[in-house]
């Protein structure tokens, strides 16, 4: 009944057990991590680095779709634990040989990290291989280590210990040893009788190497990709599970075949004193030649710092007058001379540098009633802490926008790094890079005909095994209609792993005015009213990162907030709201019935952008919809799936879609059309950003946290008595932005 669209909700338990059903076999022949099996099986293991190896297999789920019940399958590939000796696995960790010196805090500190809660085997008992989960590492060396071995408290060394009870000469005795069991009741094991167990998931951070070598292992051409979903289709043999057998559940093994419809691009307008005034994309890309900045802004006082060693001042300078050129060929109005010379500094005094070369450039622009538009900042390759730092002492402390540029870049000075770099600039002083030209012309459905904003909303998580640490909530909103380009950004720290955006909406106690409401949504339909001089009369809300287990508990608390932060500031004042999940992480792969055909794929043999797709493979009954908005660059593209769950401004399916695809054409950063629709993107990268204005961590526990729940950055948000579900824990708030950068598009 619910597939034939008779029933209103999915019969979730029926899925699950389904599911299960499905999920015996493979279960009992590979490793299961959530929806997917890996196996050492199913495709060579890679090396990562540090001790890690890749493994490959498949992700499986059935999902309720318009065609019935559907198999979703899709080639996945994750890092495991190298099953290697400890000491083996400590020395790649390291990456250098340990038997030389002796382990530092740092390195001490890495190791736990990596190594606590993983299971190991122990080798020195013959046969006997029995397993233990690492719990810490001891503090004190192996030599140095003793335990009672009777009830009036006998001290014996480890090292005695091993020799005696087992015949085992301890080598590494300077070494820290393996604690496993519990603090009351410890159990030292050396190192180098414990071997790492096979088939663990490593579920913490990966380094960029990692990461690098992960993608180049996962990263496959369409036609590979779906040659590959085949065949794990047919070596899973569903006809022969028994378990499926028994239940009556067939699988087809071709692919569901669909009907997609091919949006057409927008036409982007650009300045009227450019040689060409607009431009309509190709295949999701377009470039800059002969064309202006609809909006160029504008950069008279600006300084240059070089942290970088290898960058002498001639190169700075060099770079910093090709880097202004190209700000004025792309249409800004930049000041071709600093207002203090380029000055070079060491990366561990940034703070002190940044304070006193804005110190010494606001002495100088002071007395004229000037203020410095931007810092730009060239930096070291790696830089660890060091762009963060910048980031964090800038926006929040300083109030000025800074654009950096990594070594490489400088001393290669390509003009197509610069225009980029142009770009990004020009938005972070107020400018606009391009507009729709339908937007101007007021020619978009139910966003021309009246003032309307769009809000973009994404929570960013904490890695796993960073255990407490607060997630981040970001919120952008359009400030400029009708164009709808320009975004300002507020962002929030809440509760650890907390999904609903806790600031939208917040109410404190004054003891003058009585209840004061507040929140990210009040401030920034303020902010556009300030920018516009018009009210909203309508509100889009894409809102990024929730699953859709989590679907409308999302929409009953955020869409509460929107009206309550409406009514807050006029007591009718409801605009209607539509609101739409934007999900990237799925596992729907769209491909081309024939990979050869030039009208259906581009040069990397994935689908053309503005490929969407609203039947079959979408849900029973709900409106939502695949939009493939960007080119594929390598890999295989993923398509974004919208998922309109609230529209009070009636929408239909076709204008949604076309005012989804022509947003994703107005993203600040680049000449080409993304991948999901740019409020959101914004809201992902302001939250992300924001993780540097946390206090940095100075032990490697778990983080110190005081203060009101969630306090908002910009939001003015302090203790509240509206309290969403997991708002209980005190979080430390973030330091608030300064005014005049939250109010441009700081996060590019």
Not at 272 to 300: F, H, I, S, Y
Not at 324 to 348: E, H, K, W, Y
Not at 601 to 620: E, Q, Y
Request: hydrophobic share 35%; with cysteine.
């Amino acid at each position: 009944m619910f597939l034939e669209g008779r029933q209103a909700d999915a019969p979730q338990e029926a899925l699950q057990v389904l599911d299960i059903v499905l999920r015996e076999l493979p279960t009992s022949k590979y490793c299961p991590v959530g929806r997917s099996f890996y196996s050492p099986n199913l495709g060579r293991r890679q090396p990562l680095g540090e001790g890690l190896e890749s493994w490959r297999g498949f992700y499986q789920s059935i999902r309720p779709t318009q065609m019935g019940l559907s198999l979703n399958i899709d080639m996945s590939s994750t890092s495991f634990i190298e099953p290697l000796p400890v000491i083996d696995f400590v020395t790649q960790l390291l990456n250098r040989d340990v038997s030389s010196r002796p382990l530092s805090d740092a390195d001490r500190v890495k190791i736990k990290k990596a190594l606590r809660g993983v299971k190991v085997e122990v080798t020195h008992r013959g046969n006997m291989r029995r397993k233990y989960r690492i719990a810490n590492l001891t503090s004190q060396a192996t030599r140095e280590l003793t335990f009672p071995v009777d009830e009036k408290g006998t001290l014996k060394s480890v090292i005695e210990y091993f020799r005696e009870t087992y015949g085992f000469v301890i080598q590494h005795t300077q070494w820290p040893c393996l604690q496993v069991g519990n603090q009351q009741r410890p159990n030292y094991l050396p190192m180098e009788v414990c071997k790492i167990v096979e088939g663990q998931r490593y579920s913490k951070r990966l380094n960029e190497k990692q990461i690098t070598a992960l993608l180049k292992v996962t990263c496959q051409r369409p036609q590979d990709r779906e040659r590959d979903i085949l065949e794990t289709v047919k070596h899973n043999a569903y006809a022969e599970d028994k378990y499926a057998k028994e239940f009556g559940i067939k699988i087809s093994d071709k692919l569901a075949q669909v009907e997609a419809r091919i949006l057409p691009p927008p036409w982007l307008k650009y300045h009227d004193n450019g040689r060409e005034k607009d431009c309509l994309p190709q295949v999701g890309q377009w470039n800059m030649m002969n064309k202006k900045m609809v909006n160029g802004g504008t950069v008279a006082n600006w300084i240059c710092i070089n942290f970088s060693r290898n960058v002498q001042d001639s190169v700075a300078h060099g770079f910093c007058s090709e880097l202004a050129q190209m700000c004025g060929i792309s249409g800004m109005n930049f000041n071709p001379n600093p207002v203090l010379p380029p000055t070079s500094a060491r990366p561990d005094q940034v703070e002190r540098v940044l304070k006193t070369r804005f110190h010494d450039a606001m002495t100088k622009l002071q007395p004229l009633s000037k203020e410095l538009d931007l810092l730009v900042v060239i930096l070291p390759d790696n830089n660890g802490s060091l762009y963060g730092d910048l980031k964090r002492i800038c926006e929040t402390e300083l109030g000025v926008v800074s654009q950096c540029c990594l070594t490489k870049h400088v001393f290669k000075m390509s003009k197509q790094y610069l225009a980029n770099v142009a770009l990004k600039i020009n938005v972070k002083v107020g400018g606009r890079n391009t507009v729709l030209v339908d937007a101007i012309s007021r020619r978009i459905p139910l966003v021309s005909d009246r003032p309307t904003i769009i809000f973009g909303a994404d929570v960013t998580h904490p890695h796993p095994g960073e255990d407490s640490s607060p997630s981040i909530a970001a919120v952008v909103a359009s400030q400029d209609w009708p164009e709808i380009t320009k975004y300002a950004g507020l962002v929030s720290a809440q509760a650890h792993r907390q999904e609903l955006i806790q600031d939208l909406y917040t109410t404190r106690q004054d003891p003058v005015k009585g209840t004061v409401s507040g929140g990210m949504i009040k401030d920034l339909l303020i902010s556009f009213r300030r920018a516009t001089g018009q009210k909203p009369q309508r509100i889009i809300f894409y809102r990024d990162g929730v699953s859709e287990g989590q679907f409308y508990q999302v929409l009953l608390y955020e869409l509460d907030a929107i009206r309550k932060a409406c009514a807050s500031l006029e007591p009718n004042y409801q605009p209607p709201v539509t609101f739409v999940v934007v999900q990237k992480r799925h596992h729907t792969r769209l491909f081309a019935n024939n990979h050869r055909d030039r009208n259906a794929v581009d040069r990397s043999g994935n689908i053309i952008p503005g490929t969407v797709v609203d039947s079959k493979i979408c849900h029973p009954t709900e409106f939502d919809f695949y939009l493939c908005s960007h080119a594929g660059i390598q890999g295989t593209s993923r398509p974004a799936h919208y998922h309109v769950l609230w529209d009070e401004n009636k929408f239909t399916a076709d204008g949604l879609q076309s005012l989804t695809n022509n947003l994703c054409y107005t993203y600040a950063r680049c000449t080409r059309s993304v991948s999901i629709v740019p409020p959101a993107y914004y809201a992902h990268l302001a939250a992300f950003r924001a993780r540097f204005y946390m206090e940095p961590e100075t032990s490697d526990g778990g983080s110190v946290t005081s203060g009101a729940a969630g306090r908002g950055v910009g939001a003015g948000a302090a203790g509240r008595n509206t309290r969403a579900p997991g708002a209980g824990a005190a979080v430390r708030p973030l330091p608030a932005l300064k005014d005049n950068v939250k109010r441009v598009m700081f996060y590019c």
